[in-house]
């Protein structure tokens, strides 16, 4: 699968991933979109070369798995013949309604392009490891905030980015605030100190005085040190905006303890009380002059016979483009407000998640045994059933991983919850990795009626107003352990 010169050729694309499952691709469209009809055609590639199963990852990349040496080669001809260019090179991310979305503080997508090109002069991309990484947040309804970049840009005002390095808009290391007109310049430094550490290094490895030193030369760069509201602590710079996003939003119950999103009947949105809530991208969102419908994947797959069937009902009601979203979602974008709702129902009878507070959206599953050959559990198919009987204990505050094997594909960073398959059985991790050490093991049959025992202690024990990410931290390992254990 070397020596690919194709036109649009993308790096995944081009050298897939050898997976437990046979070989990946993942695929972003230059364009930020397809239309319908080549999203249809992009499946039925899938459905002939690969696993018949298209997924959207946490990042909002399309990927297609279950592929050979040379059902790859085809397909990626395939992708080639429906006019999609694909990204390549080191990603420069920006949100999936960049220049669209009249809430955002600045269209990102020129900065972007201007970074691409910039590392492409630079050939950074063949000194850069493959996991390095830019977003560009214009900010907005859907922004980039809980994405983790190696270098992010985030805008304050139109002509004004918040240089942050190693980390989502809450963790990153703020660095400092640059011009529009310095701020490519600004990331390119980054990204060169980087690469002279070498191919495996992060911004993470660089030292943080070393930072301010590299942006001397950048002659708009105000350090921290010269920003009004600075705290010496780690990524907690003030400035303009409050980008300190919340990663427990606050969500109200129902009289029968449900919880009640603000999200509910829009994508994303603040509280009442101020506070910035992650950005779901599912639901219905206007936008100036036309409605977005944003729709999750059950645990970022579904059947391409899916996906087509919701093609062909998405075309007929007007959409225009599909985009990828991060949280495994996607955009069906150009619709009226009046076809969403009739769109969105259909869109559920074909399996895709229409609700923001559907448990589905707060686990994250890789496909497992038998489909992953490395996988010790059925994780997918744990998954649905824990989203079913126990769903109600989970809400927007917590991540439930549930990985086939101490890999952890789907889910890379710590959980509050994470169920894991090994040679034991399954194993419950709380607040750390697929690769933790479990507190307590089941086998791996019994897993999601040991999952009931975690998710009935946590419905009798939480108390009014707290999060699952509270109670869980309140009642700690060995108890959680317990339920785990007692089923
Ligand atoms: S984490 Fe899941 S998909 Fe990844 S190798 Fe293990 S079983 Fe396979």
């Given at each position: 699968?070397?020596?690919?010169?194709?036109?649009?050729?993308?790096?995944?694309?081009?050298?897939?991933?050898?997976?437990g499952?046979?070989?990946?691709?993942?695929?972003?469209?230059?364009?930020?979109?397809?239309?319908?009809?080549?999203l249809?055609?992009?499946?039925?590639s899938?459905?002939?070369?690969?696993?018949?199963?298209?997924?959207?990852?946490?990042?909002?990349?399309l990927?297609?798995r279950?592929?050979?040496?040379?059902?790859?080669?085809?397909?990626?001809?395939?992708v080639?013949?429906?006019?999609?260019?694909?990204?390549?090179?080191?990603?420069?991310?920006?949100?999936?309604?960049?220049?669209?979305?009249?809430?955002?503080?600045?269209d990102?997508?020129?900065?972007?392009?201007?970074?691409?090109?910039?590392?492409?002069a630079?050939?950074l991309g063949?000194?850069?490891?493959?996991?390095?990484?830019v977003?560009?947040?214009?900010?907005?309804?859907l922004?980039?905030?809980?994405?983790?970049?190696?270098?992010?840009?985030t805008?304050?005002?139109?002509?004004?980015?918040?240089?942050a390095?190693?980390?989502?808009?809450r963790?990153?290391t703020?660095?400092?605030?640059?011009?529009?007109?310095?701020?490519?310049?600004?990331?390119l430094?980054?990204?060169?100190?980087?690469?002279?550490?070498?191919?495996?290094?992060?911004?993470r490895d660089?030292?943080?005085d070393?930072?301010?030193?590299?942006?001397?030369?950048?002659?708009?760069?105000?350090?921290?040190?010269?920003?009004?509201?600075?705290?010496?602590?780690?990524?907690?710079?003030?400035?303009?905006?409050?980008?300190?996003?919340?990663?427990?939003?606050?969500?109200?119950?129902?009289?029968?303890g449900?919880?009640?999103?603000?999200?509910?009947g829009?994508?994303s949105?603040r509280?009442?009380?101020?506070?910035?809530?992650?950005?779901?991208?599912?639901?219905?969102?206007?936008?100036?002059?036309?409605?977005v419908l944003?729709?999750?994947l059950?645990?970022?797959?579904?059947?391409?016979e899916?996906?087509?069937?919701?093609?062909?009902?998405?075309?007929a009601?007007?959409?225009?483009e599909?985009?990828?979203?991060?949280?495994?979602?996607?955009?069906?974008?150009?619709?009226?407000?009046?076809?969403?709702?009739?769109?969105?129902?259909?869109?559920?009878?074909?399996?895709?998640?229409?609700?923001?507070l559907?448990p589905?959206?707060?686990?994250?599953a890789?496909?497992?045994a038998?489909?992953?050959?490395?996988?010790?559990?059925?994780?997918?198919?744990?998954?649905?059933?824990?989203?079913?009987?126990?769903?109600?204990?989970?809400?927007?505050?917590?991540?439930l991983?549930i990985?086939?094997?101490?890999?952890g594909?789907?889910?890379?960073?710590r959980s509050?919850?994470?169920l894991?398959?090994?040679?034991?059985g399954?194993?419950?991790?709380?607040?750390?990795?697929?690769?933790?050490?479990?507190a307590?093991?089941?086998?791996?049959?019994?897993?999601?009626?040991?999952f009931?025992g975690?998710?009935?202690?946590?419905?009798?024990?939480?108390?009014?107003?707290?999060t699952?990410?509270?109670?869980?931290?309140?009642?700690?390992?060995?108890r959680?352990?317990?339920?785990?254990?007692?089923?």
């Amino acid at each position: 699968m070397t020596g690919f010169s194709r036109r649009g050729a993308c790096p995944a694309l081009s050298a897939p991933m050898q997976t437990g499952d046979g070989l990946l691709v993942r695929l972003n469209p230059v364009a930020g979109g397809v239309s319908p009809k080549a999203l249809i055609g992009l499946c039925e590639s899938a459905l002939r070369h690969g696993n018949g199963v298209v997924e959207v990852t946490a990042r909002g990349s399309l990927q297609i798995r279950g592929l050979t040496a040379e059902s790859a080669t085809l397909l990626a001809a395939e992708v080639d013949a429906l006019g999609i260019a694909v990204r390549t090179g080191v990603p420069v991310e920006t949100g999936p309604l960049a220049g669209l979305d009249p809430e955002e503080i600045s269209d990102p997508s020129s900065l972007a392009a201007r970074i691409r090109e910039a590392i492409g002069a630079a050939n950074l991309g063949a000194r850069l490891g493959p996991k390095v990484s830019v977003v560009v947040d214009g900010g907005g309804r859907l922004n980039m905030s809980t994405v983790q970049a190696d270098v992010r840009m985030t805008a304050l005002a139109p002509d004004q980015w918040l240089l942050a390095v190693a980390g989502d808009a809450r963790t990153a290391t703020h660095v400092g605030v640059v011009a529009e007109a310095d701020s490519c310049d600004a990331a390119l430094a980054i990204l060169n100190a980087v690469a002279e550490r070498g191919r495996e290094a992060r911004a993470r490895d660089l030292p943080s005085d070393g930072l301010m030193e590299l942006l001397q030369r950048v002659s708009s760069f105000a350090p921290p040190s010269v920003l009004p509201d600075i705290s010496p602590t780690r990524g907690e710079i003030g400035c303009h905006h409050d980008l300190r996003q919340s990663s427990t939003p606050q969500y109200e119950r129902d009289e029968n303890g449900r919880l009640i999103s603000p999200l509910v009947g829009e994508m994303s949105g603040r509280t009442e009380g101020g506070n910035v809530e992650r950005p779901s991208p599912v639901g219905i969102l206007q936008l100036r002059d036309a409605s977005v419908l944003g729709l999750g994947l059950p645990f970022g797959h579904i059947q391409a016979e899916r996906m087509i069937a919701l093609c062909r009902e998405a075309e007929a009601a007007g959409a225009a483009e599909i985009r990828f979203a991060q949280q495994r979602a996607i955009l069906l974008l150009g619709l009226s407000q009046s076809a969403c709702p009739e769109l969105q129902g259909k869109a559920a009878s074909l399996g895709f998640v229409i609700d923001p507070l559907d448990p589905r959206r707060m686990i994250a599953a890789c496909p497992g045994a038998p489909a992953c050959a490395s996988g010790r559990i059925a994780a997918r198919d744990v998954a649905e059933q824990i989203a079913r009987e126990s769903g109600a204990a989970l809400d927007p505050s917590v991540t439930l991983h549930i990985s086939g094997c101490a890999k952890g594909c789907a889910h890379p960073a710590r959980s509050a919850l994470t169920l894991v398959g090994d040679e034991k059985g399954a194993g419950l991790v709380v607040d750390g990795t697929a690769k933790g050490l479990p507190a307590a093991y089941t086998p791996g049959y019994e897993l999601a009626r040991s999952f009931g025992g975690v998710a009935a202690l946590l419905t009798k024990e939480r108390r009014p107003g707290e999060t699952t990410a509270e109670c869980i931290a309140r009642l700690g390992e060995s108890r959680l352990a317990k339920a785990f254990q007692q089923g």
